[in-house]
């Protein structure tokens, strides 16, 4: 009989599970298809040189350090080098983690509110909510949001533990409690509310404030009767002690990044203004989840007066209510509190960045207004005929609309240009959406389609820097320099400590032959954060071209910042030696862009030039068909090997060569003078003197071809005009 009974209460339990994780890969189903988004996730995961190396030792300094502007959260840190080693680039693979844990949360969540209610069934739909809701889109399907999923799984095995610690009180017992709680806060710093949940834990449904009911004591054991001061003061000072460090570094380290909005930008009054309008936006979400974005633009002091008097009126009625009703329904002060409470960390007292609200941040507050609801209609259908009927009947709609729009959702995360067209459409006056449309759009190399984006998202808000930046890398990679140099500087009046400006400035010096000021972008870069690789790649390539430009007594070279691979950056040089007569330098640096890429048919043809100037014409003429193989309509090619082999009076095939360059550009006025010098050669004046007159068509100032016309016109017995 015993054996039964075990049987009959495992079997729910399994079952339940079984259905909860396979409902939470239905609505998932795509999100392995997802792929880096262009907000968070190329710092944090897909350009972060120490995720991208596994895991080392110095990675594993690195993220116990998590020096700015990243915050501290280790453990998420040694979750994406784990997800490099077993997945190495694909985006899919850190997805599929963030699912997994999304489901290892489900399910503790069904089995710890199983275990302390007794409530399987209001559980069960409770974790069901939890695993489907489309608020919750955004934890599981960003990927730089892996710090939700296991800060929450540590939350959840926290409750658990000290669940089991409270059965039988023990230093024992109490030890995995801190432990997981340390690890949460290592995973992410909002678990800092976690002692005031477990009070909330004391008081339903453990019920330690006045005893352990006979049910409760039934299922767990021995009641256990202790006073409020234990619970409020011994038990949980170690908890707050790890709840107050852990908060203090991380608003530290917000201060340090310059990530904490000041109090210029949002008063403290408008600040209080919008923390009830977040709460009940927030509550609206969760009953209405439509029109989501991941980004949602803090609205400043533009807070009407009525809305946040009348948020905070339903806050405080509501709140009354709850402990009004809280003697006979206590979960109604659980749940409610459970969501104020565990908000509290992110609800813009401190404002940390520019968003007013962000799906993400319900992941955790949402379960005690799930709670407190589930609860609530299953007690308030109580007497109701064909109560279960009903019930499951409301409850499996209400899961099924979640699910299919939590699919929608996740659908928009499957790239940056989606996603961020998508938060457009939800909030049109989103800065922070054309911004990042227009980062996805110049990814791309659609730079004119991103430019307008960058210029619509600096209308919406003047003063934004990282617009700026973007714009002036936009113009950058066209080649449009001063445009590109005015944004950057413009970023810099906005943020003088903006490390990207200063560095992308720097490149843009050098670019523009002002090695100096390049060093001194560099350095103040590198001042900003030591550890910057784009400053320190840039500082060295600039010390290279200043130095440069000292052994040639010119400005340096038009480069960009040299990088490892980069066949362009020697080839500017070889360019810039050879304008200074340096031939010998110029083959060095040439060759050096041909061992990179060897296919490099301009590389080819200017060696081929410097080699003819240091008299190595067999290897010259080597390097010109190189190129004309490779390239094979290169009118220049064909002009300096048809150059080479005039020199060496070879008329008949140069004459072959000049005519091809003429062929493929018609308005290559050195290409007909030499034609026009070679006809001379073989004595056929007549056509000579036609490519001298077409050079000076197309170059009026041409004064070698002027010269080869006149004596060609005077060997043919005229007189010049």
């Given at each position: 009989m015993?054996y039964?009974?075990?049987?009959?209460?495992?079997?729910?339990h399994?079952?339940i599970?079984?259905?909860?994780?396979a409902?939470?890969?239905?609505?998932?189903?795509?999100v392995a298809?997802?792929?880096?988004v262009?907000y968070?996730?190329?710092?944090?995961?897909s350009?972060?040189?120490h995720?991208?190396?596994?895991f080392?030792?110095?990675?594993v300094?690195?993220?116990?350090?998590?020096?700015p502007?990243f915050?501290?959260h280790p453990?998420?840190?040694?979750s994406?080098?784990?997800d490099?080693?077993?997945?190495?680039?694909?985006p899919?693979?850190?997805h599929?983690?963030?699912?997994?844990?999304?489901?290892?949360?489900?399910?503790?969540?069904?089995?710890?509110?199983?275990?302390?209610?007794?409530?399987v069934?209001?559980?069960?739909?409770?974790?069901?909510?939890f695993?489907?809701?489309?608020?919750?889109v955004?934890?599981?399907?960003?990927?730089?949001?892996?710090?939700?999923?296991?800060?929450?799984?540590?939350?959840?095995?926290?409750?658990a533990?000290?669940a089991?610690y409270?059965?039988r009180?023990?230093?024992?017992?109490y030890?995995p409690v801190?432990?997981l709680?340390?690890l949460?806060?290592?995973?992410?710093?909002m678990l800092?509310?976690?002692?005031?949940?477990?009070?909330?834990?004391?008081?339903?449904?453990l019920n330690?404030?006045?005893g352990?009911g006979?049910?409760?004591?039934?299922?767990?054991g021995?009641?256990?009767?202790?006073?409020?001061?234990?619970?409020?003061?011994?038990?949980?000072?170690?908890?707050?002690?790890?709840?107050?460090?852990?908060?203090?570094?991380?608003?530290?380290?917000h201060w340090?990044?310059?990530?904490v909005?000041?109090?210029?930008?949002?008063?403290l009054?408008?600040?209080l203004a919008?923390?009830?309008?977040s709460?009940?936006?927030?509550?609206?979400k969760?009953?209405?989840?439509?029109g989501?974005?991941v980004?949602?633009p803090?609205?400043?002091?533009?807070?009407?007066?009525r809305?946040?008097?009348?948020?905070?009126?339903l806050?405080?009625?509501v709140?009354g209510l709850v402990?009004?009703r809280?003697?006979r329904?206590?979960?109604?002060?659980?749940?409610w509190?459970w969501?104020?409470?565990?908000?509290v960390?992110?609800?813009g007292?401190?404002?940390?960045?520019?968003?007013?609200?962000?799906?993400?941040?319900?992941y955790?507050p949402?379960?005690?207004?799930?709670?407190?609801?589930?609860?609530?209609?299953?007690?308030?259908?109580?007497g109701w005929?064909?109560?279960?009927?009903?019930?499951?009947?409301?409850?499996?709609?209400?899961?099924?609309?979640?699910?299919?729009?939590a699919?929608?959702?996740v659908?928009?995360?499957?790239s940056s240009i989606?996603?961020?067209?998508?938060?457009?459409?939800?909030?049109p006056?989103?800065?922070?959406a054309?911004?990042?449309?227009?980062?996805?759009l110049?990814?791309?190399?659609?730079?004119?389609?991103?430019?307008?984006?960058?210029?619509?998202s600096?209308?919406m808000?003047?003063?934004?820097?990282?617009?700026?930046?973007?714009?002036?890398?936009?113009?950058?990679r066209?080649?449009?320099?001063?445009?590109?140099?005015?944004?950057?500087s413009?970023?810099?009046?906005?943020?003088?400590?903006?490390?990207?400006?200063?560095a992308?400035?720097?490149?843009?010096?050098?670019?523009?032959?002002e090695?100096?000021?390049?060093?001194?972008?560099?350095?103040?870069?590198?001042?900003?954060?030591?550890g910057?690789?784009?400053?320190r790649?840039?500082?060295r390539?600039?010390?290279?071209l200043s130095?440069?430009?000292?052994?040639?007594?010119?400005?340096?070279l038009?480069?960009?910042t040299v990088k490892?691979g980069?066949?362009?950056?020697p080839f500017?040089?070889?360019?810039?030696?050879?304008r200074?007569?340096k031939?010998?330098?110029?083959?060095?640096?040439f060759?050096?862009a041909l061992?990179?890429r060897?296919g490099?048919?301009a590389?080819?043809d200017k060696?081929?030039?410097?080699?003819?100037?240091?008299?190595e014409d067999?290897?010259?003429?080597?390097?010109y068909?190189e190129?004309?193989?490779?390239?094979?309509?290169y009118?220049q090619?064909?002009n300096?090997l048809g150059?080479?082999?005039?020199?060496?009076?070879?008329?008949?095939a140069?004459?072959n060569?000049f005519?091809e360059?003429?062929r493929?550009d018609?308005d290559?006025?050195?290409?007909?003078?030499?034609?026009g010098?070679?006809?001379?050669?073989?004595?056929?004046i007549?056509?000579?003197?036609?490519?001298?007159?077409?050079?000076?068509r197309?170059?009026?100032?041409f004064?070698k071809?002027?010269r080869?016309?006149?004596?060609?016109?005077?060997?043919?017995?005229?007189?010049p005009?």
């Amino acid at each position: 009989m015993r054996y039964e009974l075990r049987v009959s209460r495992v079997r729910p339990h399994f079952v339940i599970a079984l259905l909860l994780v396979a409902v939470t890969a239905l609505v998932y189903r795509d999100v392995a298809d997802c792929g880096f988004v262009q907000y968070d996730d190329p710092p944090h995961v897909s350009e972060n040189p120490h995720v991208r190396a596994g895991f080392t030792a110095a990675g594993v300094g690195w993220a116990l350090r998590s020096p700015p502007p990243f915050l501290w959260h280790p453990l998420t840190w040694f979750s994406y080098m784990l997800d490099r080693e077993l997945y190495a680039d694909a985006p899919g693979g850190y997805h599929l983690t963030n699912l997994l844990l999304h489901q290892a949360n489900t399910l503790l969540l069904f089995l710890l509110l199983a275990r302390l209610t007794g409530r399987v069934w209001r559980a069960a739909f409770v974790a069901a909510v939890f695993a489907v809701h489309p608020l919750h889109v955004e934890s599981v399907a960003w990927i730089s949001q892996r710090k939700d999923v296991l800060s929450t799984l540590l939350l959840l095995l926290t409750l658990a533990a000290y669940a089991r610690y409270v059965r039988r009180p023990s230093p024992w017992r109490y030890a995995p409690v801190l432990l997981l709680f340390l690890l949460g806060l290592a995973a992410k710093p909002m678990l800092v509310t976690v002692p005031f949940v477990l009070l909330l834990l004391d008081y339903w449904p453990l019920n330690r404030f006045k005893g352990v009911g006979r049910r409760f004591a039934d299922a767990l054991g021995r009641p256990h009767r202790i006073g409020i001061p234990r619970l409020c003061v011994a038990e949980k000072i170690p908890l707050l002690v790890l709840a107050l460090a852990a908060a203090g570094v991380t608003l530290l380290t917000h201060w340090r990044t310059a990530s904490v909005t000041p109090m210029l930008r949002v008063p403290l009054a408008a600040r209080l203004a919008y923390v009830p309008v977040s709460y009940v936006t927030y509550i609206w979400k969760t009953l209405c989840p439509y029109g989501l974005a991941v980004f949602y633009p803090h609205p400043g002091a533009a807070v009407p007066a009525r809305h946040a008097l009348g948020a905070a009126a339903l806050l405080v009625v509501v709140s009354g209510l709850v402990l009004w009703r809280g003697r006979r329904q206590p979960y109604l002060p659980f749940g409610w509190f459970w969501f104020l409470g565990t908000l509290v960390p992110v609800i813009g007292l401190v404002q940390i960045g520019e968003h007013g609200i962000a799906d993400r941040y319900m992941y955790v507050p949402m379960i005690g207004l799930t709670l407190a609801a589930t609860w609530g209609v299953a007690d308030l259908a109580a007497g109701w005929p064909l109560k279960r009927w009903v019930l499951a009947t409301a409850g499996g709609l209400l899961v099924a609309v979640f699910g299919v729009l939590a699919c929608v959702q996740v659908d928009c995360w499957r790239s940056s240009i989606a996603l961020f067209l998508q938060a457009l459409e939800a909030t049109p006056r989103n800065y922070v959406a054309c911004n990042n449309l227009g980062i996805a759009l110049a990814d791309q190399g659609r730079l004119d389609e991103a430019i307008p984006l960058f210029q619509a998202s600096l209308r919406m808000r003047p003063a934004n820097e990282r617009a700026l930046v973007n714009l002036g890398v936009a113009h950058f990679r066209k080649g449009e320099l001063e445009l590109a140099v005015a944004h950057y500087s413009l970023a810099l009046d906005v943020n003088p400590n903006n490390y990207r400006a200063h560095a992308d400035l720097g490149a843009a010096f050098v670019r523009r032959l002002e090695p100096e000021q390049a060093l001194a972008h560099y350095s103040h870069a590198l001042r900003i954060r030591p550890g910057g690789q784009q400053a320190r790649d840039g500082l060295r390539s600039a010390l290279k071209l200043s130095e440069l430009a000292n052994r040639t007594g010119g400005a340096p070279l038009d480069v960009l910042t040299v990088k490892p691979g980069d066949a362009e950056a020697p080839f500017r040089v070889g360019r810039y030696m050879a304008r200074h007569g340096k031939f010998r330098e110029a083959a060095e640096q040439f060759s050096q862009a041909l061992a990179v890429r060897p296919g490099f048919a301009a590389a080819h043809d200017k060696l081929g030039l410097a080699l003819k100037s240091l008299g190595e014409d067999a290897r010259a003429e080597r390097h010109y068909r190189e190129a004309i193989r490779l390239q094979p309509d290169y009118a220049q090619a064909y002009n300096n090997l048809g150059s080479l082999l005039a020199g060496r009076e070879e008329y008949g095939a140069a004459i072959n060569l000049f005519a091809e360059a003429v062929r493929l550009d018609s308005d290559f006025a050195e290409a007909h003078n030499n034609l026009g010098l070679a006809l001379a050669k073989r004595g056929q004046i007549d056509k000579a003197i036609e490519h001298f007159s077409a050079a000076l068509r197309i170059r009026p100032d041409f004064e070698k071809a002027r010269r080869c016309l006149d004596m060609a016109l005077e060997q043919k017995g005229r007189q010049p005009p």
